[in-house]
């Protein structure tokens, strides 16, 4: 089954813990972005790749890193999270040009 | 100004009604514009996908796109409770790299 998967679902951890959010898959895309989702904001887009060890800002890149050494995998890495980064997290996928996005089913972040 | 902007509802209808969810955008260059479903506790799927102006029909679901207007809707016929869920509409520009969703519309079908 064609899908993106992330992991974990929900985490709870406290302020200045590094923690890394995986992402996976295997439709074999190129373009790989992160969103996070917030009541009144909307999706807003952190980091997207649009290939193998090429990475980019989105519009709310502050607080997080992203490294893409391989095609199917785009983790998330917080260095050290702060109670603004407490969100639900989506990794989502998609071949080059204007395809749609296909999404994970989210992460949902509570720092303390 | 935002970019996409889209009524938060939330939006009750009776089984069987005809539902129509609308945005609006600002920018004149967005030519690919999407409308995704999100159940609770789970990520966007793809609900519809149209490029430049016109409609598009996929069985009870029908995307609008009026770029003279820059508005767009998303029209479900018959609705049914599975319809249950939040709609956002998103757009791009061509060769852009990112989309711009709207804030999501609420949408409850009452049996």
Redesign the interface.
């Known amino acids: 089954e064609a899908q ?1 998967t992330q992991n974990p679902r929900y985490l709870i951890t406290v302020t200045g813990k590094k923690l890394t959010v995986t992402c996976s898959q295997n439709m074999n895309h190129e ?1 790989m972005s992160w969103y996070r989702q917030d009541p ?4 807003r ?1 952190i980091y ?1 790749s ?1 290939n193998v060890e090429v990475t ?1 800002k ?2 709310v890149p502050e607080g997080y890193k992203v490294s893409r050494k391989e095609k199917r995998n785009f983790p998330l890495i917080l260095e050290s999270p702060s109670p603004n980064q407490t969100s639900l997290y ?1 990794c ?1 996928s998609r071949w080059q040009g ?1 395809s ?7 992460t949902r972040l509570t720092v303390t | 100004q935002k970019e996409v902007e889209q009524d938060p509802g939330p939006l009750s209808v009776p089984e069987g009604a005809i539902v129509s969810l609308n945005c609006t955008y600002s920018n004149s260059a967005f030519q690919y514009f999407m409308w995704y479903r999100q159940y609770s506790r789970k990520g966007p799927e793809l609900l519809m996908y149209t490029y430049s102006s016109g409609n598009k029909e996929d069985g009870r679901f029908t995307a609008q796109v009026d770029k003279s207007s820059k508005y767009i809707s998303l029209f479900i016929r018959d609705s049914q409770p599975s319809d249950s869920a939040t709609y956002l509409c998103a757009m791009s520009a061509s060769g852009a790299n990112n989309l711009f969703f709207g804030t999501g519309t609420r949408l409850t079908v009452i049996p």
């Open positions: 993106v373009y009144g904001l909307g999706l887009q997207y649009m980019d989105g519009d989506f989502a204007a749609p996005l296909h999404f994970g089913n989210g």
